[in-house]
């Protein structure tokens, strides 16, 4: 039997509305609705029902209906109820079928539900505290992550959604929203080779001299191979050019894509070049580094170095896809992986919660790390693709970090190793020198530096006058009150500033 895709999620996230159009959308597909059966069996709404015998007779009557509608299903589409996944034996029975997990805000929820007929939106709080109470096991159970108002991306999405039934077990499906575009984002281990390709037309792939020989072979279906050197040193518009020349060479077309395999640098510089190249070919973002696969990857910034500051050439560039297969990082030197670690830091006190619970439990980065951190920038993207707000809260850590890298020449310290000093120094800014403490340990646990010799910390508070945020006299800060808790656009003291820069100095 084929599996279904099974709308899951809170009340008012538009489950059944998202069914029912996926089901026109494949030609009139079956489509169920869980809560539909139970009011067709009951003989009355779920708000009576729930009134009239209370909410375990409601369960018991959900559980069965949902597991029969499960068991039975050949293919097609299937929406639950908000509560059906609590059920131990819905949650088996969803096993074999692709669970799409539609997401929404809790104040979205709430305007939806309240006085809508639902028993549990009465009050506020409790409805509140149920949203955060199943939030955890939505993901847990989700195949795919629709973002709030994906309605109109469904038609996009929906290939996606199917064509996950024959991708390597555990693969999951993000569908990133921006501005200017939206694209699958799918994180499991073998999709690199072990998916359909996401797009249409030739490929020609962009990589460097040591991911090559590791990887290029699984792209399947080449037209094009663009070899450049490894490391930040590369990341110049000198080497933009001999890409965008290499791709004459071997007969790219605007019809044609860009691949992008390997980490942060590849992914900046070959995403910089697809912007540029016919005045703009798409790019699938294929990241083999941490650093690339949890931020780097996502959301379309890309560009190169010039000597005097970092990433200051560059243009949004949303990529068509992203394919993350955390295999590849099998191979990534143990001190790459460790630079990549910071970003997860960074992430985890972006976003607060259970991300930042696991990180600071100290806890090994696995692919559900991996998947919470690209989440947590999709969401961050599609509220603000172009650095006009939200979005400068990615930049924590890197106001101080980029002067680092740039007033040592980019040769002394890995992005991630610079990013980590910056956090520090964001924490010192901030006030929170508990917080700091905590983050020192787990850098340095993470075999990261916590300090930096032979640096003159004036020298570097002056190169963050450089930074692209600014746009007056001051240059904004990202500072934080406590983990998900962070503001953008503070400005600091220059006392300060040269103090917190100093501290890292040892």
């Known amino acids: 039997m084929r599996p279904a895709l099974v709308f899951v999620g809170f009340m008012g996230a538009g489950k059944t509305t998202l069914a029912k159009e996926a089901a026109l959308l494949l030609g009139g597909a079956p489509a169920a609705d869980s809560d539909r059966l139970v009011e067709e ?12 015998d209370g909410e375990a007779a409601f369960r018991a009557l959900e559980e069965r209906t949902a597991c029969e509608l499960l068991e039975r299903a050949d293919g097609g589409i299937v929406s639950l109820g908000g509560g059906a996944v609590l059920s131990s034996a819905t949650r088996s029975a969803l096993a074999r079928h692709t669970v ?17 007929g639902r028993p549990l939106a009465r009050d506020r709080e409790a409805f509140t505290a149920l949203y955060e109470e199943r939030r955890s096991l939505y993901e847990r159970l989700a195949d795919a992550f629709l973002p709030e108002g994906a309605r109109d991306a469904l038609a996009a999405a929906l290939p996606q959604l199917v064509a996950l039934a024959d991708a390597p077990e555990g693969t999951k499906l993000v569908w990133a929203q921006s ?4 694209y699958p984002v799918l994180v499991g281990r073998g999709v690199l080779g072990g998916v359909g390709w996401p797009i249409e037309g030739r490929r020609f792939c962009i990589t460097d001299e040591t991911v090559a ?3 290029g072979g699984l792209v399947p279906g080449l037209a094009g191979l663009v070899e450049i050197p490894p490391g930040e040193q590369a990341k110049t518009l000198a080497t933009t050019e001999a890409v965008w020349r290499a ?9 044609d894509h860009l691949i992008a395999l390997g980490g942060g640098v590849v992914g900046d510089l070959a995403g910089f070049a697809a912007a540029t190249f016919q005045r703009g070919i798409p790019v699938v973002q294929v990241p083999t580094t941490l650093v690339a696969q949890v931020d780097s990857a996502y959301g379309g910034k890309t560009g190169v170095d010039l000597p005097e500051a970092k990433n200051y050439v560059g243009a949004y560039h949303q990529p068509s896809a992203v394919l993350v297969d955390p295999t590849t990082l099998s191979t990534l030197p143990a001190e790459e992986f460790a630079a990549g670690y910071a970003e997860v830091l960074k992430t985890a006190l972006i976003a607060g919660g259970p991300l930042w619970e696991k990180v600071a439990a100290g806890r090994d980065v696995d692919d559900a790390t991996i998947l919470a951190c690209a989440r947590t920038k999709l969401a961050v993207v599609a509220a603000d693709e172009r650095d006009g707000g939200r979005r400068q809260l990615l930049n924590l850590g890197h106001t101080v970090g980029h002067a680092i890298e740039t007033v040592t020449g980019y040769t002394r310290l890995r992005h991630g190793e610079a990013v980590g000093l910056g956090l520090l120094a964001a924490l010192a800014l901030s006030g929170q020198s508990q917080l700091r403490e905590e983050v020192a340990a787990l850098l340095g646990r993470a075999g990261l530096p916590t300090k930096i010799a032979a640096i003159d910390p004036a020298e570097v508070a002056a190169a963050t006058m450089k930074d692209k945020k600014r746009t007056g006299e001051h240059v904004p800060f990202v500072l934080v ?3 998900g808790d962070v503001h953008h656009g503070r400005t600091v003291g220059a006392p300060e500033l040269l103090a917190a820069i100093t501290e890292l100095v040892g």
């Open 41 to 52: 069996e009951a003989g009355c709404s779920i708000e009576e029902l729930f009134d009239r």
């Open 179 to 182: 501005a200017s575009g939206d």
């Open 213 to 215: 020989p590791l990887y």
């Open 100 to 116: 799409v997990l539609c997401e929404i805000g809790i104040e979205l929820a709430w305007s939806r539900a309240a006085g809508k």
């Open 247 to 255: 791709l004459v060479a071997q007969g790219a077309t605007r019809a």
């Open 481 to 483: 009150d406590g983990p």
